[in-house]
């Protein structure tokens, strides 16, 4: 568990989209995308979930915590969101603070 976590993003970090990113539903798309200056991203069911929680209020384990109360079927999400989170920084779609 602790190999994603180890990969950059802190339990206690707190997301936010970064400057000039939209995070929205798009009924044209059927789905969330993020929308920035150059272009879009069309987001994947479970990218749209975890980006839905992102608030730049919440740390990183509320967001964990949220989604794994709503989707109790799929277990421990901890792996999962971290590795994506590590991802969406990586894109410079959010930063952590």
């Not at 044209?28 to 993020?34: A, E, R, T």
């Amino acid at each position: 568990m602790a190999g994603s976590a180890a990969v950059g993003v802190a339990a206690g970090s707190v997301p936010r989209f970064r400057r000039g990113f939209r995070f929205q539903w798009e009924p044209v798309q059927n789905g969330y995308v993020l929308l920035y200056p150059e272009g879009m991203v069309k987001l994947n069911e479970s990218a749209g979930a975890i980006l839905r929680e992102v608030d730049g209020q919440r740390s990183v384990q509320d967001i964990i915590s949220a989604l794994e109360q709503a989707f109790p079927e799929a277990g421990s999400l901890a792996d999962d969101v971290n590795e994506f989170l590590q991802h969406a920084r990586e894109q410079h779609w959010i930063e952590l603070s």
